[in-house]
Structure formats: structure tokens, C-alpha cells
């Protein structure tokens, strides 16, 4: 199973763009790179989902470097609303997917 | 509209006590799981099913029991032998086990045993 090393914590302000990075090494050919927005005591909410380049939809972009070894997820604008812990998961292995403990985002006014 | 629907939102066990724990999917997905969350922590696998009559243990299994008898069904039998069972319980499912298309969760259920 691929890992993922993303940070534990970010800090930003409305209006800005942020960039969550996140590192997976060992990631396979068939693996695809999914992130989810969580906010408290909801379930995971998919965002966005991509394999190479880049990904553009209503909400994020996704930015995967050729190597495919690490992803970044981009929120253009961010609002208040956007505070939420954000995970970065790697998935196409037979089994199901493992969270890890996420990355906290924080948007200040 | 498709989704899933956890229930009931809030649970309270005594200790000793088993307690079942519903997730039900309209969405004709055929794997579902099942994960658990304490405060501030990520999510933690405890048992997956990717088809019907099916199911195949997650990374903290010991405690739980699941079933799987429908395709819109999977319900998590939390037993008296979970030693730590005070939690926050997320129900998913997908399309197929990879996930290629992503999971779709429900609003989760927390127990806690008083």
C-alpha cells in the first residue's frame, strides 16, 4: 500500500489561495489520488480525483508532478467555510482505502 | 436522491452491552465499509465487504462483528468485548474496492458508553 506524509496543521486567511501538499513515494501504476474534505462530526466528502497533470473542478485543482510521487491539492479563495481537515488518499490496491490522520486547515478572517 | 443513511446519530452503551450500529445505501454500490474516528485522529479501517455474504477484516477488527446478507446493507455489531468503544463510527461505500471512483460517506453515528 502506497503511504501518504501530508502536514499535520495550515493556517490561512480568507481570500488567499491555499496549497496542500501531499508525499506518497512507493505509489503503484494503477493508483489514483483522491482527497476528502472533513468537517466535524460529518463524514468525508470527496473533492477531487486525479492520475496525472493536472485536475480542475468547481471547488480545487489537483497538481501531480510527472514522477506521481507527491500530489497538491490547491483551494483558489479560500473562506472561513473552507476550515476542515483535508486527506490525500492513494487507492487501486485490492483492498480498501486507509486514512491518515489528515491535514488541519485553519482560515482566518 | 442516492446516499447513505447512518443511524441512529447518537448511541449510548453500558458497559457489557452489545450494540448494532445501521448504514443502509441506495446508491447500488457494491463494496461498503466500515471506519472509526476518535477526537482529533484520522480514520481507522475495522472491516470492509466487497460484495454480498462477503466481508474481510480491517486494520482494527478485534471487537466488531459486520454482516452483509444485503447489498444495501451493512450493519456493525459493536460487542462487549470492544474494550474502547467510545467513538465516532463512519459508514462508506463505493462503486468497486479500489475506490477509483471514490467513496461516499455517510453522517457517521457516535457511541458512547456510559
Known amino acids: 500500500l502506497a503511504k501518504t506524509t501530508q502536514p499535520i496543521s495550515m493556517d490561512s486567511y480568507e481570500g488567499q489561495e491555499v496549497n496542500i501538499t501531499c508525499s506518497h513515494n512507493?505509489?503503484?501504476?494503477?493508483?489514483?489520488i483522491t482527497w476528502y474534505q472533513q468537517f466535524p462530526s460529518q463524514g468525508p466528502r470527496f473533492i477531487i480525483q486525479?492520475?496525472?497533470t493536472k485536475v480542475t473542478n468547481e471547488v480545487a485543482s489537483l497538481f501531480i508532478p510527472a514522477d506521481r510521487k507527491s500530489s497538491t491539492l490547491s483551494l483558489p479563495r479560500v473562506s472561513l467555510s473552507d476550515t476542515a481537515v483535508y486527506y490525500c488518499?492513494?487507492?487501486?490496491?485490492?483492498?480498501?482505502?486507509?486514512f491518515g490522520s489528515g491535514t488541519r486547515l485553519q482560515v482566518q478572517p | 436522491d442516492g446516499g447513505i443513511t447512518q443511524s441512529p446519530k447518537y448511541l449510548f452503551r453500558k458497559e457489557g452491552q452489545n450494540v448494532t450500529l445501521s448504514c443502509e445505501q441506495n446508491?447500488?454500490?457494491?463494496?461498503m465499509y466500515w471506519y472509526r474516528q476518535d477526537p482529533g485522529q484520522g480514520l481507522r479501517l475495522i472491516y470492509y465487504?466487497?460484495?454480498?455474504?462477503?466481508?474481510q477484516k480491517g486494520d482494527i477488527a478485534e471487537g466488531y462483528s459486520v454482516s452483509r446478507e444485503k447489498k444495501e446493507s451493512f450493519p456493525l455489531t459493536v460487542t462487549s468485548a470492544q474494550k474502547n468503544p467510545t467513538a465516532f463510527y463512519l459508514c462508506?461505500?463505493?462503486?468497486?474496492?479500489?475506490?477509483?471512483?471514490?467513496?461516499?460517506f455517510g453522517s457517521g453515528t457516535r457511541l458512547t458508553v456510559v
Open positions: 446508491l447500488n454500490h457494491d463494496a
Open positions: 488518499l492513494v487507492s487501486g490496491g485490492r483492498r480498501a482505502l486507509t
Open positions: 486525479g492520475y496525472k
Open positions: 462508506a461505500s463505493s462503486i468497486e474496492l479500489t475506490g477509483s471512483y471514490g467513496y461516499t
Open positions: 465487504s466487497q460484495i454480498v455474504n462477503d466481508f
Open positions: 512507493n505509489i503503484a501504476t494503477n493508483d489514483y
